[in-house]
């Protein structure tokens, strides 16, 4: 599916967002890079989507441009912004592009990309554009779908015979929340292209390792700061995050 048509799943994504999966995805995601950023940086969150992650660090203080190709997604995004104090929207801009396209004009403190690789052919040359973006010292933010656990979330949902197809075979691709197909990578692999195109300091997490199979329906609001913890608490360890059905990684730009 082109990402200029992201906003016919609107909905289904904004479902997927408010539960578990996506609030421990956001949560986590959010943790590591406001940590990795100086107070009151600049990023740019590039397939911004919704704005989840670019209205949370706008909160957080940091001053953010939200970039997506779908209009739908970013009325959505903008709907979040106008909720926010005033000052708070000062810090926050979204528009319309796409990696390939994008020209900001500017180099930013962090680039984040989450959610966008997937539905991509081919990573290598969205990370090269990326690390174009980001300044000396600053950090490089990739979450995406991870390849070595394609199948797991098929046999743990009793799909067995569809999970032993996408292991024998090595399937990078399978059906997403969305009901889209899309594309896995290796962390390994990712991480190797950031070291090439300029960082260090580079490291992988697991997300979603022991919820990604179970539906909303099976959790409530009590179980989310129980479980967050423990996501987190699993998500640099072997072989936990082998498992996860995302993987977030981070590298840092040499000056």
């Avoid at 957080?60 to 997604?73: H, K, P, Y």
């Avoid at 990604?212 to 009590?222: E, K, M, Q």
């Avoid at 996501?231 to 498992?243: K, L, N």
Wanted: aromatic fraction near 8%.
């Amino acid at each position: 599916m082109p990402l200029n048509d992201f906003g016919n799943v609107g909905d289904a994504y904004q479902r997927y967002s408010d539960g578990i999966r996506g609030r421990i995805r956001h949560e986590l995601v959010f943790q590591v890079v406001a940590g990795l950023i100086n107070a009151g940086g600049t990023v740019l969150d590039m397939g911004c989507g919704g704005g989840e992650i670019s209205v949370r660090l706008c909160e957080a203080g940091f001053r953010v441009l939200g970039v997506d190709t779908s209009s739908e997604m970013l009325r959505r995004a903008n709907m979040r912004k106008a909720q926010l104090p005033e000052q708070a929207r000062k810090r926050l801009n979204f528009e319309v592009g796409t990696i390939e396209n994008f020209e900001p004009g500017q180099t930013f403190d962090a680039v984040c990309c989450h959610g966008v690789l997937m539905y991509l052919d081919d990573s290598c040359a969205a990370i090269q554009t990326l690390a174009d973006h980001v300044s000396p010292g600053g950090v490089l933010s990739i979450l995406t779908k991870n390849a070595l656990s394609n199948g797991f979330r098929e046999a743990l949902r009793g799909d067995y015979t569809l999970a032993r197809e996408l292991i024998e075979t090595g399937a990078a691709s399978s059906i997403g929340n969305l009901g889209i197909s899309t594309r896995g990578d290796n962390p390994s692999a990712i991480v190797d292209l950031m070291k090439q195109f300029g960082f260090d300091d580079c490291q992988w997490r697991g997300i979603r390792i022991f919820s990604d199979h179970l539906d909303a329906d099976r959790f409530n609001d009590s179980m989310a700061d129980a479980l967050i913890a423990l996501e987190q608490a699993a998500s640099m360890r072997d072989p936990y995050r082998i498992m996860a059905r995302l993987f977030h990684a981070t590298g840092q730009k040499v000056r």
